[in-house]
């Protein structure tokens, strides 16, 4: 069965940063899509990056610039790097593999509170 487990969440001050990890197993992690989604408490979740296996990024407009999106084929594992964190940036993070197996991993809370 494939797993993704998400690790790297915390508590951030406004400005500050944090990187999240995905790693994944049993699967052959680079033929798929991965992206990064996140859901804020009474609000629908929501994409936030994408890494397609043909080496593709998209951002949300929200974290162009200040978030990056990268994945570590051989070691399975994606990555998202914020920067410049915002409290509106507060959420549950999750990561996705993509079609056909459209999997999600537990997720991570990342706060961004002084």
Do not use: H
């Not at 899509?33 to 994409?47: D, H, S, T, V």
């Not at 296996?53 to 200040?66: I, K, L, P």
């Not at 051989?74 to 079609?99: F, H, I, W």
């Amino acid at each position: 069965q494939v797993q993704l487990v998400e690790s790297g969440g915390g508590l951030v001050q406004p400005g500050g940063s944090l990187r999240l990890s995905c790693a994944a197993s049993r699967i052959t992690f680079s033929i798929y899509n991965m992206a990064w989604y996140r859901q804020a408490p009474g609000k629908q979740r929501e994409l936030v990056a994408q890494f397609t296996s043909g080496g593709e990024t998209t951002y949300a407009d929200s974290v162009q610039g200040r978030f990056t999106i990268s994945r570590d084929n051989n070691n399975k594992v994606l990555y998202l790097q914020m920067n410049s964190l915002r409290p509106e940036d507060t959420a549950v993070y999750y990561c996705k593999l993509g079609p056909p197996v459209n999997r999600w991993g537990q997720g991570t809370q990342v706060t961004v509170a002084s």
